[in-house]
C-alpha cells in the first residue's frame, strides 16, 4: 500500500484525497436542500454534469501528451529561476490563478471560445456537482496560457498540482449554502477571495450580472480589472443561460452554441465581418439584431434613467 502511494504523483493525490471531500459534501447538499424542499438538484441535470466532466476529462487525459510536451519544451528556455520552495508555491499559485482569469475572460468575451465554454453555464440549478459541469474542449487550448508560466521557470507537473488544488475551491463555491458575507473580520476574504455568494453572480443570468466575477480563487483581479459585480440584495439570481435552451440532450448540450455560429458564419458576408463573429463577445452581431452584454446592460440603464 505504501509503496503505491509512494508511486503516485502528487496531482494524482491531490484527487485522491479530494474526491471523499466532494462525495460527503454533494450527498450533504442534496439531502439538506431536499429536506428543506429547496430542491437545488434535479437528477437530469447532475447527470449532465457528471457526463460533461468525463468529456472534459477524458480529452484532458487524451491531449495531455501534446501539451505537457508542449509546456516541458518551452521550460528547457525558462529565465528565472526560484530557489525558496515556499516562494515559488506561493508565486505559482498566484500566477496561475491570473492566467486562470484571463483564460476565463477570453472565453466570456470571445464567441469563438465561449462556444466551449458555454455548456459551464448552461444548469439552470446552482450546486456542487455544475463545479464539476466542465467546459468540454477547454484541455485543447488551455496549455496556451500556461506558456508564460513555463518560462517563468514553473514545472508542468508542478503546474498540473497547483491546478488541481485550486480547482477544488473552485469547485466548493458553487453552493447556495454560504451566504453573502457581510460582518468583520469575515467580509475582508470577500476583497481578497472568490466566495459562493461572488461566484453565484458569475453564474447568473441576469443582466446585471452577465460576464461578471471571473476569478477562481482571488477575487482581487476582478476588482483591479473591472469585471467585479456584489450579488445585489433585492436582485435574485436566475441560473443558466440568457436564452432557453430546449434541447438538453447530450450532443446538442456540448455542440448548440458551435452550431449556431456555424450557421451565422454561413450567412452571406464580408470576411470581416465573419472574423468579427468569431472573435467579437457573444451577443454581437452585425445588424445590432442581438446584442451583447455590455450593450445589454447600457439599454438596462437607459431604460432605468
Known amino acids: 500500500m505504501f509503496e503505491t502511494i509512494k508511486n503516485l504523483t502528487l496531482e494524482q493525490l491531490v484527487i485522491i484525497t479530494s474526491t471523499p471531500l466532494y462525495?460527503?459534501?454533494?450527498?450533504?447538499?442534496?439531502?439538506?436542500?431536499?429536506?428543506?424542499?429547496?430542491?437545488?438538484?434535479?437528477?437530469?441535470?447532475?447527470?449532465?454534469?457528471?457526463?460533461?466532466m468525463i468529456l472534459n476529462g477524458g480529452l484532458d487525459l487524451i491531449s495531455r501528451g501534446v501539451t505537457w510536451g508542449i509546456l516541458a519544451w518551452v521550460y528547457q528556455f525558462?529565465?528565472?529561476?526560484?530557489?525558496?520552495?515556499?516562494?515559488?508555491?506561493?508565486?505559482?499559485?498566484?500566477?496561475?490563478?491570473?492566467?486562470?482569469?484571463?483564460?476565463?475572460?477570453?472565453?466570456?468575451?470571445?464567441?469563438?471560445?465561449?462556444?466551449?465554454?458555454?455548456?459551464?453555464?448552461?444548469?439552470e440549478q446552482f450546486?456542487?456537482?455544475?463545479?464539476?459541469?466542465?467546459s468540454v474542449f477547454q484541455p485543447l487550448y488551455r496549455f496556451i496560457y500556461f506558456i508564460p508560466l513555463s518560462l517563468l521557470g514553473f514545472k508542468?507537473?508542478?503546474?498540473?498540482?497547483?491546478?488541481?488544488?485550486?480547482?477544488?475551491y473552485g469547485i466548493l463555491v458553487h453552493t447556495?449554502?454560504?451566504?453573502?458575507?457581510?460582518?468583520?473580520?469575515?467580509?475582508?476574504?470577500?476583497?481578497v477571495f472568490v466566495t459562493?455568494?461572488?461566484?453565484?453572480?458569475?453564474?447568473?443570468?441576469?443582466?446585471?450580472?452577465?460576464?461578471?466575477?471571473?476569478?477562481m480563487c482571488l477575487s482581487i483581479w476582478d476588482?483591479?480589472?473591472?469585471?467585479?459585480?456584489?450579488?445585489?440584495?433585492?436582485?435574485?439570481?436566475r441560473y443558466?443561460?440568457?436564452?432557453?435552451?430546449?434541447?438538453r440532450g447530450p450532443a446538442n448540450i456540448v455542440f448548440h452554441a458551435w452550431i449556431d455560429l456555424w450557421n451565422d458564419l454561413k450567412k452571406p458576408s464580408s470576411f470581416i465581418t465573419k472574423i468579427k463573429l468569431l472573435l467579437m463577445p457573444p451577443g454581437w452581431s452585425p445588424d445590432g439584431s442581438t446584442k451583447t452584454s455590455k450593450e445589454l446592460r447600457e439599454e438596462l440603464v437607459k431604460q432605468k434613467a
Open 176 to 191: 447556495s449554502y454560504i451566504p453573502k458575507l457581510r460582518k468583520m473580520p469575515y467580509k475582508l476574504l470577500e476583497y
Open 156 to 168: 508542468v507537473a508542478d503546474m498540473a498540482v497547483m491546478y488541481s488544488i485550486t480547482q477544488i
Open 78 to 123: 525558462h529565465f528565472v529561476e526560484i530557489q525558496n520552495p515556499i516562494l515559488y508555491w506561493l508565486l505559482l499559485f498566484v500566477a496561475e490563478d491570473f492566467v486562470y482569469y484571463l483564460l476565463h475572460v477570453v472565453d466570456h468575451y470571445t464567441r469563438f471560445f465561449w462556444a466551449s465554454h458555454v455548456t459551464h453555464h448552461s444548469s
Open 127 to 134: 450546486n456542487l456537482t455544475v463545479g464539476f459541469r466542465s
Open 196 to 215: 459562493p455568494s461572488q461566484h453565484r453572480v458569475h453564474h447568473a443570468s441576469n443582466i446585471e450580472y452577465l460576464d461578471k466575477n471571473m476569478g
Open 240 to 247: 443558466g443561460l440568457t436564452y432557453p435552451l430546449e434541447n
Open 23 to 52: 462525495t460527503i459534501l454533494i450527498v450533504g447538499e442534496i439531502l439538506l436542500s431536499n429536506f428543506q424542499h429547496r430542491h437545488y438538484y434535479t437528477f437530469k441535470d447532475t447527470i449532465t454534469n457528471l457526463y460533461l
Open 223 to 237: 476588482r483591479m480589472f473591472g469585471t467585479f459585480q456584489e450579488e445585489i440584495d433585492d436582485l435574485p439570481i
